[in-house]
């Protein structure tokens, strides 16, 4: 589990193809790497991958070519990545509880500058979208945010100068892809609702 508060934002030094999947190298500089250890978990862009290999600052991990065909932002050597450890038991829950799996790929409608913050207006997959609702939370590549508005399968966050200066969500732009997760409670609201007519 994660908790949407990023840590560090990494750089994909490697990605070697392993048979139709990936094997990424990524490099941080203050994740803080004592007391990670090989089988443990790492967010990247919000994606819940496992570390295979250390070599003091740049962690490895193994990208199975169904995580790539359902995410995006782990296959370019040179890019980007948000990266956050796994919680344990006695961290402070600063965002919301993430699970590091991405329900879909959503598309950046707009990305604007409205003085004290910017705001992102993203379109969800049509099967995301009645998981997402008004001061609910949202998980946009790996960054836990709140839903300020919602029409249709489109909704809006604002970003604080502090979440750009800390997280990759800076890179954005219009047409940009992103991965999202959305609210673990949600779907598990929805899955008892419809469990008398199973």
Not at 47 to 61: A, Y
Not at 127 to 152: C, D, E, F, M, Q
């Amino acid at each position: 589990m994660f908790s949407g508060i990023i840590a560090d934002v990494g750089i994909i030094t490697r990605a070697e193809d392993r048979d139709g999947g990936l094997r990424l190298s990524v490099a941080t500089e203050s994740l803080g790497m004592g007391d990670v250890g090989i089988g443990d978990s790492i967010a990247v862009n919000g994606v819940c991958l496992t570390v295979v290999k250390i070599d003091g600052n740049t962690f490895t991990v193994d990208v199975s070519r169904e995580t790539l065909d359902c995410t995006v932002g782990l296959e370019r050597q040179g890019g980007h990545v948000n990266l956050e450890k796994a919680l344990r038991l006695s961290d402070r829950l600063g965002g919301h509880l993430v699970s590091g799996h991405v329900d879909g790929v959503g598309e950046v409608v707009a990305f604007n500058d409205i003085g004290e913050s910017w705001r992102l207006v993203v379109r969800a997959p049509h099967g995301l979208a009645k998981y997402i609702a008004i001061k609910g939370s949202i998980t946009i590549n790996g960054v836990s945010l709140t839903v300020n508005h919602v029409a249709g399968a489109e909704f809006d966050v604002n970003l604080i100068p502090h979440t750009l200066d800390v997280t990759t969500l800076n890179e954005l732009k219009a047409g940009a892809k992103v991965n999202l997760e959305i609210d673990l409670i949600a779907r598990y609201v929805e899955r008892m609702m419809v469990a008398d007519n199973l």
